[in-house]
């Protein structure tokens, strides 16, 4: 990484905990953050709420908001909570925003689908899940700018280990953020 401010994005699959992360790590690290849900356009947030799966052409414009986010100036660095499913949707965003460093939320369908049960008013629906499972495509050992932290610890544990994994690809650059 380099030593301008922190470029984030925690993804994973609806209900692997993205939000409360970024949150968290924007929180300890000084970043301004922004949820990617807030990004959509208001008919692929209607779209979801009805149970139908997002397109890549629905998710274009979306990843570009978000790589137009991230660009823009913030003494720390912005975060945002983007799924981020596909390689092509990273790179998207990449070639957006620039230097990004990803913290991918792995967890198994069990546990998430668990999760988004117990997730009161939010418009995607647990429904749609095996359809996020599908389009994943886990960051593979190239996509060097990637963190992947299980999502079976507490909170406060896996930002914890977001932010020594943060420190350790930032020490030679010495990241202001951190």
Known sequence: ???????????????????????ALSAQLGLDMVDGDDLHLPESVDKMRSGIALQDADRWPWLD????????????????????LKRAYRDRIRLQAGD??????????????QRLRQRPGHYMPAGLLD?????LEKPQADE?????LPITEPVQDVVAQAVLALQARSSSSLHPAL
């Not at 990004?100 to 689908?113: A, P, Q, R």
């Not at 359809?131 to 389009?135: A, E, K, L």
């Open 144 to 148: 060097t700018d990637v963190i992947r």
């Open 100 to 113: 990004v460093c990803f913290v991918f939320l792995d967890g198994d369908f069990d546990l998430i689908e």
């Open 131 to 135: 359809s996020q499972f599908r389009t």
């Open 65 to 84: 908001r978000i790589g137009a986010y991230l660009s823009q100036p913030h003494p720390q660095g912005r975060a945002v909570a983007c799924s981020a």
């Open 1 to 23: 990484m380099s030593n301008s401010p922190l470029r984030l994005i925690v993804m994973g699959v609806s209900g692997c905990g993205k939000s409360t992360i970024a949150v």
